[in-house]
T-cell receptor, first 115, second 113 residues
């Protein structure tokens, strides 16, 4: 099992460019998440999906869109990248669908630099 | 949105016990408290989870007082490989039955020889 995989590992964009970050999990998990991690800020939730076909906003959704393509895949799209979106992006999954016990499994991250 | 609060950093020596506390005054009633460990250039990794009192596994213990407004991660006899950032994760209520998972800002633990 690969667990949670993310592509690309690293990306440089110019302001205004668009891109999609890909995430896939092979653990048959119901829930998937996208976080961003900035220095000294910990992890902040961008969007999550409690099940295939549903998505909900997290703490910092502005400037992002997501798609839960199927149970395995959850993509994050930046339509017009801004320097403020320079960050490390983590995808995670959990077996439950928003229950009180949430054990999340994280991918290795995508480092995004917006110039 | 209520925040979770952790110390920014802690230093310890090999073989000592380390306790890291997270304050979460507004934790959602039914939510568990989960702690994660993160090494540089890696995603966070689950360490331990609990709802109340004390939980122990092969790597750590978690102490949660009755009011659940804080929790303490205890790492027994740390080694150099325990140098990492440690995060607590709780759910905080948004209104009605909605809640949002919120990570603490993390505690950088440095274990010295």
């Amino acid at each position: 099992n690969a667990g949670v995989t993310q592509t690309p590992k690293f990306q440089v964009l110019k302001t205004g460019q668009s891109m999609t970050l890909q995430c896939a999990q092979d653990m048959n998990h119901n829930s998937m998440y996208w976080y961003r991690q900035d220095p000294g800020m910990g992890l902040r939730l961008i969007y999550y999906s409690a099940s295939e076909g549903t998505t909900d906003k997290g703490e910092v959704p502005n400037g992002y869109n997501v798609s839960r393509l199927n149970k395995r895949e959850f993509s994050l799209r930046l339509e017009s990248a801004a320097p403020s979106q320079t960050s490390v992006y983590f995808c995670a999954s959990s077996p439950t669908s928003g229950g009180s016990q949430e054990t999340q499994y994280f991918g290795p991250g995508t480092r995004l630099l917006v110039l | 949105l209520a925040k979770t609060t952790q110390p920014i950093s802690m230093d310890s020596y090999e073989g000592q016990e380390v306790n890291i506390t997270c304050s979460h005054n507004n934790i959602a009633t039914n939510d568990y408290i989960t702690w994660y460990q993160q090494f540089p250039s890696q995603g966070p990794r689950f360490i331990i989870q609990g709802y109340k009192t004390k939980v122990t596994n092969e790597v750590a213990s978690l102490f949660i007082p009755a009011d659940r407004k804080s929790s303490t991660l205890s790492l027994p006899r740390v080694s150099l490989s325990d140098t990492a950032v440690y995060y607590c994760l709780v759910g905080v209520p948004l209104g009605g039955s909605a809640r949002q998972l919120t990570f603490g800002s993390g505690t950088q633990l440095t274990v010295l020889p």
